[in-house]
């Protein structure tokens, strides 16, 4: 694989392409998973009733741009920290 990359003249990262640090998705489950959190369901019913409530009403559109709109910070971020962590 490596020499089709070469050939494609791909550079290869030197860490992991699974980053949390850049997967803007792992936030809205954080965000998702604290406040399903605070409505305390108490059955699978009031689970899954909680996730769609949340999903539905908080996950809002600019809660996802303002994740998207932070890409290129946070690919700086880890590019600096060479595949390390960062405060993201």
């Known amino acids: 694989m490596k020499e089709l990359f070469t050939e494609l ?3 290869v990262l030197s ?7 850049l997967n803007p998705i792992e ?15 108490r ?3 009031e689970l899954k009733e909680a996730i769609i ?3 539905n009403h908080d996950v ?6 303002e994740l998207i709109d932070s890409m290129p910070r946070r ?10 962590s960062t405060k993201y």
């Open 9 to 11: 003249d791909i550079t």
């Open 15 to 21: 860490w992991p392409g699974n980053s949390p640090d």
């Open 27 to 41: 936030n809205i489950w954080r965000l998702v998973g604290m406040k399903v959190n605070r409505m305390q369901p």
């Open 43 to 45: 059955s699978e019913r």
């Open 53 to 55: 409530h949340v999903w």
């Open 60 to 65: 809002i559109p600019d809660v996802i741009h």
């Open 75 to 84: 690919i700086a971020d880890v590019i600096k920290a060479k595949g390390d």
